[in-house]
């Protein structure tokens, strides 16, 4: 937060929007079937026409790619399987020709168990100097080391099964939040926070402007490290209340900002990724005078379709509750917090088969809308690779088909505990995360112009269909809509700075709201039919024979009340207020 306005809206970062690349799956350039850096050069130029202002990259770092990289072994370099370090500056040099800025990816709640950090930790043995830049506890006391149970507390890994694993050699426990090929850092220790913001002025040094920072609210654990109730049913406890924004990370954030960014001279972005984050904490977080974080991923409306058995157990989604999720967040940050938007992003199933509906008939047109309605709040826009396309969710056919760690484990240890087989599948097929990994589709050649080699994962089937040569060449494609939408973010105040306004919160099948800007003068109408059926609504006062500013389905008549809005139809209208 280099700039400290006193608003976020008068940051630089506040009319802009993110594309979020993926690199495995982006484009791949050496026919190895992973995509690399110099894949991303190739395409840059599409990005440009798009006309976003950000690229986030994922991790590109050498990984042993336990969990696609997000396990890194080396923090200050390139994994070959996406290039070298060349490569990425001519990346970069070429992302800023085109006037745009490139965020990376900071992983630091955990390492890789290959990185060095964490191998002189584990061999240098309970009394070794690296011992604690990581977090070991001995084994639950009258307990048999290493067997079920022995586990210094009953946590539950986010990729299942115990979040503990044993290590023989000394007799104690690394604690792994997520894979077990992941440890935990110990953000507790001083040495372990300043070697991590040495490379974080590493990488700003080279050029880049700033980092999306994954999960970075689980880094501060309650030292207790007490046992987590146990769900209904399950068999390891919930330690989320123990390290979810957990007793000094605010200190911790505070103290990033002034080691890293506190005087920086470029315009840089801080991203936070905080999973069970609330709308209080997230204005603590993005307030520009306390100075930790621009702004924060939360997941609270990415829950609202979970069933009773979690994540794999969806259930349709309630506008309503969308409604009331999206709404709080936008009234709650108020003017001294800043919120991020989007849909997609790597570890999300598609929207368009999620919220919106993919069926042939209505899959541009609920793309399109999902999109109008995300635009259109306060806050700063996430796109996600293929999601200017429209991509869909892949028809997946059996377990052999995924590739992703948080699948695979979720599937082994559901079966194992007794699961109907084809039921998690059927889980995975909703919501799994190789939803949003199948390789970009930019043609119809095979495997869509991702690679002349094999690819690592299935291609979508769809591409025939849907890909961005046919949606480039076509003016009514998502693609040149969501172009519409970041042209209008860059020149419409209001969307910026505007206020926020519900329109009928208990509508099941209308999500419509009103942006209003006093400065400029403006309001904004936003209208959304969420549905495969015709919704007739009544205008609020003032807008008939408004301004058409975008509209995913052209108007044929005067905006007039009441007024029929078609299937899966949005609008949204402008009128001068001064």
């Excluded at 995509?35 to 050069?41: F, K, S």
């Excluded at 070959?80 to 990376?104: C, I, N, S, W």
């Excluded at 490290?225 to 919930?238: A, M, Q, T």
Aim: glycine share 8%.
């Amino acid at each position: 937060m280099p700039e400290n306005e006193a608003n976020p809206a008068d940051s630089w970062w506040s009319d802009a929007v993110v594309y979020q690349i993926y690199p495995r799956s982006f484009a791949d350039s050496d026919a190895d079937g992973i995509g690399d850096l110099q894949g991303i050069i190739e395409r840059l130029d599409y990005l440009s026409q798009l006309g976003v202002d950000v690229l986030w990259l994922s991790p590109v770092y050498p990984s042993p790619h336990d969990d696609n990289g997000y396990d890194i072994s080396d923090y200050q370099d390139i994994d070959p399987l996406f290039g070298t370090l060349d490569d990425f500056d001519r990346l970069m040099t070429a992302v800023h020709e085109r006037g745009m800025k490139l965020v990376m990816d900071l992983v630091v709640n955990h390492t890789s168990d290959e990185h060095p950090w964490f191998t002189a930790s584990r061999d240098g043995g309970v009394d070794g100097p690296q011992r604690d830049w990581y977090i070991w506890r001995p084994p639950r006391p009258g307990a048999t080391p290493g067997a079920p149970g022995a586990e210094p507390n009953n946590w539950e890994s986010w990729f299942s099964g115990p979040a503990w694993t044993y290590d023989e050699a000394s007799g104690e426990y690394y604690l792994h939040t997520f894979s077990r090929k992941q440890p935990d850092l110990n953000w507790d220790n001083p040495q372990v926070r300043h070697a991590v913001y040495a490379m974080m002025r590493w990488w700003l040094d080279r050029g880049v402007d700033g980092f999306r920072m994954d999960v970075i609210n689980l880094v501060s654990k309650d030292p207790a490290l007490p046992d987590g109730r146990i769900p209904e049913g399950g068999r390891y406890g919930d330690g989320s209340p123990y390290y979810v924004c957990g007793p000094r990370i605010h200190e911790y954030l505070a103290e990033m900002h002034r080691e890293v960014f506190e005087g920086h001279p470029r315009k840089l972005l801080t991203v936070a990724e905080m999973p069970g984050v609330t709308v209080e904490e997230a204005r603590l977080f993005t307030d520009p005078a306390r100075r930790e974080v621009d702004m924060v991923f939360q997941f609270e409306h990415v829950g609202l379709d979970r069933g009773p058995g979690g994540k794999f157990d969806p259930r349709p989604l309630k506008l309503t509750d969308l409604k009331t999720s999206l709404g709080r967040w936008q009234t709650g940050l108020g003017t001294t917090g800043w919120n991020s938007l989007y849909w997609n992003n790597h570890d999300q199933p598609r929207v368009v088969s999620r919220f919106g509906d993919d069926s042939p008939a209505y899959r541009d047109r609920s793309a399109k809308l999902l999109a109008t309605v995300l635009h259109l709040h306060r806050g700063t826009p996430y796109v996600y690779q293929g999601e200017e396309l429209g991509m869909a969710n892949a028809p997946f056919a059996s377990i052999d088909d995924y590739r992703d760690i948080e699948s695979l484990n979720h599937y082994a240890h559901a079966v194992a505990d007794g699961a109907d087989p084809d039921r998690v599948l059927q889980g995975l097929r909703a919501m799994g995360r190789d939803n949003a990994r199948t390789p970009m589709q930019w043609d119809t050649t095979q495997n869509a112009g991702f690679t002349t080699g094999t690819p690592w994962i299935a291609v979508n089937p769809d591409h025939t269909e849907v890909n961005a040569k046919a949606q480039l060449a076509d003016p009514d494609s998502v693609f040149h809509y969501y172009r519409r939408l970041i042209d209008l973010r860059h020149t419409e105040p209001a969307i910026t700075h505007g206020d926020f306004h519900m329109l009928h919160p208990n509508h099941e099948q209308l999500y419509a709201f009103i942006r209003t800007d006093a400065t400029s003068g403006t309001e904004l109408l936003v209208l959304a039919n969420v549905g495969g059926a015709d919704l007739t609504v009544d205008l609020p006062d003032g807008w008939e024979h408004s301004e058409t500013l975008i509209a995913n389905i052209p108007a044929t008549a005067p905006l007039t009340t009441p007024h029929t809005l078609q299937p899966w139809e949005a609008r949204v209208h402008r009128r001068r207020t001064a």
